[in-house]
C-alpha cells in the first residue's frame, strides 16, 4: 500500500511497549488466557496499538474458548490484510494491520456465521475504546 505507515525499526521500538514490539514488529504471540482483551464483553471497538486504526467492532466478537480475542469480522474489509505464515510447520494465514503492517494474529475458517471465520487476535496488538 503506498500510504501505509512506515517508520524505522528504531521508531517502532521507542513507541511500543517490549511485549508490544515482540507481537506487532517480530510477529510473536502472547499466551492464551493472559491478554487484556480476551473476555472483554464491553461494548466498543477495538484499534490497532501501533497506529490507532480501528479494526474490530465489539459487536463481532466471539468466546472461542482460545484464550486470544475472536471475532468474525474486521471492522471494515479494508481494515486487515493477510499473508501466508508456513512458520512452526504449519499453514495458516497471518493478519496485519493494513494501515501499518504490524502482526495482529491469524485468521482460521472455523469461526461461527455468518462469516465462517476466526479472527484470532493478541490483546496486546489491540487497544480498546469503550462506547
Known sequence: ??????????????ELTPEQYRVLRQHGTEPAFTGAH??????G?????????????????FDSGTGWPS?????KPEAVATTEDRSYGMLR??????NCGSH???????????????????SVSLDFEAD
Open 1 to 14: 500500500m503506498s500510504d501505509q505507515i512506515e517508520k524505522t525499526d528504531a521508531e517502532w521500538r521507542a
Open 38 to 43: 480476551y473476555a472483554t464483553k464491553t461494548p
Open 71 to 75: 471475532f468474525w469480522q474486521p471492522a
Open 93 to 98: 494465514t497471518e493478519v496485519h494491520c493494513a
Open 104 to 122: 495482529l494474529g491469524h485468521v482460521f475458517p472455523d469461526g461461527p456465521e455468518p462469516t465462517g471465520l476466526r479472527y484470532c487476535i493478541n
Open 45 to 61: 471497538r477495538y484499534r490497532c496499538a501501533a497506529c490507532g486504526a480501528d479494526l474490530f467492532q465489539s459487536g463481532a466478537k
